[in-house]
């Protein structure tokens, strides 16, 4: 089966660097995503992990462990505008399965 | 930047009645999917489908569900006798099919709502 966690939600200030964790267990596993929602729009691509390590993209980074189940999502120089949902999925076959999201807000 | 589009944005309907959620994928994309999220939910895959047929279906898709790419550019979800637990944001999403092929770009998504 497949279960993904991540923490259901955090804040954090302008500015700031925040960490969102995420482990999963999967009977199959060919990569890890996150995806950015903000409230009432769709799941924009953010990152893809399939090796173990950090991968930097701008203010954004992601890190991914396959032996312990384990990613985070790291996001630098917080701005008002990351306040939003983020949403850890690992690939499997030919679909994503999400967790349940961690919306973050940020504050001035 | 090429973009998944959804149409119509919003769709309200009787329970029992028949709806098509429209998509048009990326142009150079050859691999399609359905997803949908209940409002406050996860968002929950519904199907893929690739070469004009199903490639993976979850338990969700069941027989009042279907999709068909009836021409070069559209692709469409069909809830034949909708229900009010249908009621949700449908997303379509395509992927390329070379290099990131594991890469899906969501469309806007449509809102149904079933009374």
């Known amino acids: 089966g497949q279960n993904i966690d991540q923490p259901t939600e955090m804040t954090a200030t302008e500015g700031a660097i925040v960490q969102i964790n995420c482990t999963y267990q999967?009977?199959?596993?060919?990569?890890l995503f996150w995806y950015q929602q903000h409230a009432g729009e769709a799941p924009t691509f953010l990152s893809y992990n399939v090796l173990d390590g950090l991968e930097e993209k701008g203010r954004f980074s992601s890190f991914l462990s396959r032996s312990k189940g384990y990613s985070y999502l790291l996001l630098k120089e917080l701005q008002m505008k990351d306040s939003a949902s983020y949403l850890c999925?690992?690939?499997?076959?030919?679909?994503?399965?999400f967790g349940t999201g961690t919306r973050l807000q940020v504050f001035p | 930047e090429p973009e998944v589009t959804q149409t119509p944005s919003h769709q309200v309907t009787q329970m029992g009645q028949e709806v098509i959620l429209r998509c048009v994928p990326i142009?150079?994309?050859?691999?399609f999917y359905w997803y949908r999220q209940i409002l406050g939910q996860k968002v929950e895959f519904l199907v893929s489908f690739y070469n004009n047929e199903i490639s993976e279906k979850s338990e969700i898709f069941d027989d009042q569900f279907s999709v068909e790419r009836p021409d070069g550019s559209n692709f469409t979800l069909k809830i034949r006798s909708t229900k009010l637990e249908d009621s949700a944001m449908y997303f379509c999403a395509s992927s390329p099919t070379s290099g990131r092929r594991e890469t899906q770009y969501f469309g806007p998504g449509t809102r149904l709502l079933v009374l």
């Open positions: 999925a690992t690939y499997n076959t030919d679909k994503l399965i």
């Open positions: 999967t009977s199959g596993f060919n990569g």
């Open positions: 142009s150079n994309h050859l691999y």
